[in-house]
């Protein structure tokens, strides 16, 4: 299908694979991201993104699937801090500060035993123009579960992430809930690692999450929006850098934070404007 694409439209395989790629990313992480920004995790995020990397580097050199380890090592950075933060009087986010920078650590550590088959600058930074067909298959299926799970679970995840102690008066298991949005918040910025790689993916998680905040008032809307504005943005963002040849992945966060910056100044739920007036 793709390859008829081409030949019809006369554009490179590897371009439609890349604005597929970066049109999925954004759909999934608008989705996801939403919750993260609700629930004022956006820290949370970036460090599991940076923890799931000796997950990677581990299931290359035990040869197993780099999605089940790095999603094993997301959830159990997610697990430490929740412990640390519990079981001492040391607050959350310099919990998450240890926990990112031990595992982020850890992972250049365990590259370095890899390092004929893993380049760390792909890693970081990926690269979407160079995505295969098995992992765009891939992120379509991740992107369908994710949303199949949030369809499913949405109104446990509504109040768990509005009022976590209504939630637990009505019986709920908020830390189950915390701890699957840690989960599959670990498989898409696993399954975004050869796109925009770790150090972008926490963009594309929070940018277009919080653009749709400045415009909506339900998480249902939230949602959508969300999703429309990273998927426009992945779309935006190869189309730009083709044409000026700027790098492709950067280039798809500075149009969603393009996207931010004029919401910021013109939603009615933000009032920019109007605050300024007012100081005059």
């Known amino acids: 299908m793709i390859n008829l694409l081409s030949d019809l439209l006369d554009i490179p395989v590897y371009a439609l694979n890349a604005g597929l790629s970066a049109v999925i990313l954004g759909i999934v992480s608008g989705a996801l991201g939403s919750f993260i920004v609700l629930r004022k995790m956006s820290l949370m995020g970036d460090a599991l993104s940076h923890a799931v990397l000796p997950g990677v580097a581990l299931s290359y050199i035990l040869g197993i699937n780099i999605l089940l380890g790095a999603s094993l090592f997301g959830l159990l950075a997610a697990i430490l801090i929740q412990f640390i933060t519990s079981r001492s009087n040391i607050k959350s986010d310099t919990s998450i500060g240890i926990i990112l920078s031990s595992f982020f650590a850890l992972g250049i550590v365990l590259i370095t035993f890899a390092r004929s088959g893993l380049d760390l600058t792909h890693i970081l930074f990926g690269n979407i123009l160079a995505v295969p067909q098995s992992e765009l298959t891939q992120s379509f299926i991740i992107m369908l579960v994710v949303i199949a799970i949030i369809t499913l679970l949405y109104k446990e995840l509504l109040i768990s992430s509005f009022d976590p102690v209504v939630a637990k008066a009505y019986g709920l298991k908020t830390g189950?809930?915390?701890?699957?949005?840690m989960m599959l918040l670990s498989v898409v910025t696993v399954s975004s690692l050869s796109q925009v790689g770790i150090v972008l993916v926490i963009a594309m998680l929070v940018i277009p999450a919080a653009t749709s905040y400045?415009?909506?008032?339900?998480l249902f809307h939230m949602i959508m929006l969300a999703s429309a504005v990273g998927a426009v943005s992945g779309i935006a963002g190869v189309i730009v850098s083709f044409r000026y040849n700027l790098p492709t992945s950067a280039t798809i966060v500075l149009v969603g934070m393009a996207l931010f910056a004029v919401s910021f100044i013109l939603s009615p739920k933000n009032n920019?404007?109007?605050k300024g007036l007012?100081?005059?």
């Open 176 to 181: 189950f809930y915390h701890y699957l949005l």
């Open 214 to 218: 400045l415009w909506t008032k339900t």
């Open 272 to 274: 920019f404007l109007g």
């Open 278 to 280: 007012k100081t005059r």
